[in-house]
C-alpha cells in the first residue's frame, strides 16, 4: 500500500534531509533545543513541539559510569589492564532489556553482552564452547533472569539461566517443528511464550519458555513468496498481536495474536515514509510503531494506518546519529534503546508522551 504521511510543519525538513544528494549531513550537529539547564538534542526541530530527546550513548565503561575516571581511578585501571574506553561491542545487533539490565546480542564478537545498568557492570554470555554462540540475532529475556537468543550460525534458538549456564537448545538445521533455518528475531508473548521469526523459511514459530515447540504461525508464506518473504525482527504488543518487519519488501506486517493478517506498511523507497531496509520495529506507550531503517540510519515514526508522523535520528557517529542501526526496544517509562551497530554502541533516546 502507498504510505500516507502526516501533513506536519516539520516535515518539509525531513524530505529535505533525506535526499541522497545530501551528503554533508553525515557531518552536521543534531537538532537542540537550549533550555536554562541544558542543551537537549531533540525531535522534531524548534520550535515544534518535542516528541523525542536524545539521552545517551552506551559504548564503553566511561559511558556506562556516566562520568570521567579521576586520575587516580586511571593509574588503577592502566594497572589492572583495564581501559574505559575500550568498546563493549564489535557489532552490536539486537537489544531488550528486563529489570535493570540490558542484553544485546553482538554478532561480531559471538557473545551476548549483558549490561547491568544500576550497577554500572559488563558480563557475556555464550562467548566459548560447545554451548557458546556463533552468530547471535535477537535476544529476549524473562523476569526469572533466563536469557533468549536466535542464533543464525548454528541455526538454533539458546536459553541460558541467570548465571549463564545453557538450560536448553533447539534442534539445528531443519524447516519443520522446532527446527530452524536462520532465526531471526524473538519476542515474550503476555502468555509468557516466545515468538521467534524463521527467517529460511518465511514462517514464524512459536515455543514455550521451556523451548519446546507449540505451533507454526502465518504459515501460508511459506507457498506465498510475497506474504513474509523475508522476516527479521519482531516485536509482541501487549495484546499480544505482533508486528514483523520484512527487509526484502520493505515492509512491516501486523497480524493479530493467533497470525491472521491485520494489515501492514511500507514499500521501498528512498523518501520519508517509504523503507530501504527495515530492521528492528517497537511501539511506544501511544500505540506508535518505531521502525528502524539500517539504510537510511534513521528511525521512523508511523501510526498503525502507516501514516508517518515524526524521524528522528541521522547518519553519522556523533550524538543522536547512527550508522547501519539493527534492533530497537521500548521499555514501559518510553525509554528507547536502539543497536548502533557500525558505532559499536548503543544509542538511548525518550519518546515524549504528552496529555
Known sequence: MNIRTASLGFFLAAIAAAQPAAAAEAAKAPAVSTAAAAIQVVFPNPPDKPRVRFVRSIKNMRDLK?????????????LAGGDVTQPFFVSAYGVYRQGGKLYVSDTGAQRLTV???DKAKIDFIGETGENGLRSPVGV????????????????????????????????????????????????????GDLLVADNGN????????????????????????????????IWVDRDGSFLVTDPLVGRVHIF???????????????????????RGAAVDSDGNIHVVDAVFSRV????????????????????AQLVLPAGIFIDQDDMIYIADSKNQRIQVFQYIKYP
Open 66 to 78: 556516566g562520568r570521567k575516571e579521576t586520575f587516580f581511578e586511571k593509574i588503577l585501571s592502566f
Open 300 to 319: 521512523q515514526i508511523f501510526n498503525r494506518e502507516g501514516q508517518l508522523l515524526l524521524w528522528y535520528a541521522m547518519p553519522g557517529s556523533r550524538e
Open 140 to 191: 529476549a529475556a524473562g523476569p526469572d533472569g533466563a536469557v533468549y537468543v536466535t542464533d543464525s550460525g548454528d541455526h538454533s534458538v539458546k536459553a541460558y539461566s541467570a548465571d549463564k549456564n545453557l538450560l536448553w537448545k533447539t534442534d539445528v538445521l531443519g524447516d519443520a517443528g522446532g527446527k530452524f533455518n536462520r532465526p531471526a528475531g524473538i519476542s515474550p508473548t503476555p502468555d
Open 202 to 233: 518465511r514462517r514464524l514459530v512459536l515455543l514455550s519458555k521451556e523451548g519446546k515447540f507449540v505451533k507454526e504461525l502465518c504459515v501460508h508464506a511459506k507457498n506465498e513468496y510475497y506474504a513474509l518473504p523475508n522476516p527479521s525482527s
Open 256 to 278: 493479530t495474536s493467533t497470525g491472521g493478517a491485520l494489515g501492514g506498511f511500507g514499500e521501498t523507497g528512498d523518501s520519508p515514509g517509504y523503507m530501504a531496509r527495515p
Open 115 to 117: 549490561i547491568d545498568l
